[in-house]
């Protein structure tokens, strides 16, 4: 054997691998922070400024003191979702308001419906509706519950009364803060379409 052999051994062996030995290349840096600065803008871009957080899409603006509310705005922001902006609701799911004989009915009544809530079944123009209807009482005020109420009552051919606030704060008065109706107490407690 000449010397040289166990040189060619060495050489066909792979050199030991080392670590941290490439730095990261600039431009993954560089797009790492666009990508940084992008984020924060949208950030900051969909929540507003200052940083208030939360979901702006279904935001209603407050009306100024004194100023009248927009009942039209204000079912479109907190009660198209289920009745739908033609008023027609969903079959079989969400009752529909145009033409409903509970919402062109007395005023009480579809006060006390909106500000507390219904629960159970409900007969609309025919149909039997199986669920729950929220109350509003923590989200609207007695000027903007009458609002939405005026515009539901006279909306899509719908021939109702307004509702006054008047009306909303005596109902406050007089339940307080109770649950939910069900149709045999409201049937128990106003006039109701038969």
């Given at each position: 054997?000449?010397?040289?052999?166990?040189?060619?051994?060495?050489?066909?062996?792979?050199?030991?691998?080392?670590?941290?030995?490439?730095?990261?290349?600039?431009?993954?840096?560089?797009?790492?922070?666009?990508?940084?600065?992008?984020?924060?803008?949208?950030?900051?871009?969909?929540?507003?400024?200052?940083?208030?957080?939360?979901?702006?899409?279904?935001a209603?603006?407050?009306?100024?003191?004194?100023?009248?509310?927009?009942?039209?705005?204000?079912?479109?922001?907190?009660?198209?979702?289920?009745?739908?902006?033609t008023?027609?609701?969903?079959?079989?799911?969400?009752?529909?308001?145009?033409?409903?004989?509970?919402?062109?009915?007395?005023?009480?009544?579809?006060?006390?419906?909106?500000?507390?809530?219904?629960?159970?079944?409900?007969?609309?123009?025919?149909?039997?509706?199986?669920?729950?209807?929220?109350?509003?009482?923590?989200?609207?005020?007695p000027d903007?519950?009458?609002?939405?109420?005026?515009?539901?009552?006279?909306?899509?051919?719908?021939?109702?009364?307004?509702?006054?606030?008047?009306?909303?704060?005596?109902?406050?008065?007089?339940?307080?803060?109770?649950?939910?109706?069900?149709?045999?107490?409201?049937?128990?407690?106003?006039?109701?379409?038969?």
């Amino acid at each position: 054997m000449s010397s040289h052999e166990p040189q060619r051994a060495q050489h066909r062996e792979y050199p030991e691998p080392s670590e941290g030995g490439r730095p990261v290349p600039w431009f993954v840096v560089a797009w790492i922070g666009v990508l940084i600065l992008w984020g924060i803008g949208y950030y900051a871009w969909h929540i507003g400024w200052p940083l208030t957080g939360g979901d702006s899409r279904t935001a209603v603006e407050q009306a100024a003191p004194g100023a009248a509310v927009d009942g039209e705005k204000l079912f479109t922001a907190q009660c198209s979702a289920c009745h739908q902006p033609t008023g027609q609701g969903v079959p079989g799911t969400f009752p529909p308001l145009a033409g409903s004989e509970w919402m062109q009915g007395d005023p009480a009544l579809v006060v006390a419906i909106v500000h507390d809530g219904l629960q159970g079944p409900i007969t609309v123009a025919g149909e039997e509706y199986q669920g729950s209807m929220p109350a509003f009482a923590d989200k609207l005020s007695p000027d903007e519950l009458a609002a939405v109420l005026s515009h539901e009552r006279q909306a899509w051919g719908n021939e109702g009364e307004p509702v006054d606030s008047a009306l909303v704060k005596k109902h406050e008065e007089r339940f307080a803060e109770r649950g939910a109706w069900t149709v045999d107490e409201l049937r128990n407690t106003f006039p109701t379409p038969e």
